[in-house]
């Protein structure tokens, strides 16, 4: 049985740092592409950063994240983390750690088959 399972949401304030983590079991990491993405209330979950597989572990970002977020896999293949710098209120939103085959739409959430509960990232002013 494949789990995912993030941690590390918080309330923080604009211009501060966050890491979230996502532990999986039942799949080794670094055969799938591992996303993170996010879903804000009233809109549509989006892509944030990805880490494709094998062993060049090759990242992926959105617009939005680039500069500011970095995605790492980690060497044991156990789990990612999503670092976050320079956090703005329009970063709010529950964040979701996914697993699937990747592929060109890496971006979609179709291209993912397992999920995470998701965990809560409140920025302030």
């Known amino acids: 049985q494949v789990q995912l399972v993030e941690s590390g949401g918080a309330l923080v304030h604009a211009g501060e740092s966050l890491t979230l983590s996502c532990v999986v079991s039942?799949?080794?990491?670094?055969?799938?592409?591992m996303g993170w993405f996010r879903q804000a209330p009233g809109k549509e979950r989006e892509f944030v950063a990805g880490v494709e597989p094998g062993i060049s572990a090759s990242t992926r970002y959105a617009d939005v994240a680039k500069g500011r977020f970095t995605v790492a896999r980690d060497a044991a293949g156990k789990s990612i983390s999503l670092q976050m710098n320079n956090l703005t209120p329009e970063d709010a939103a529950v964040y979701y750690c996914a697993s699937g085959e990747g592929g060109p739409n890496y971006h979609l959430p179709r291209s993912y088959d397992y999920w995470g509960q998701g965990t809560q990232v409140t920025v302030s002013e």
């Open positions: 039942g799949r080794t990491v670094s055969f799938w592409f």
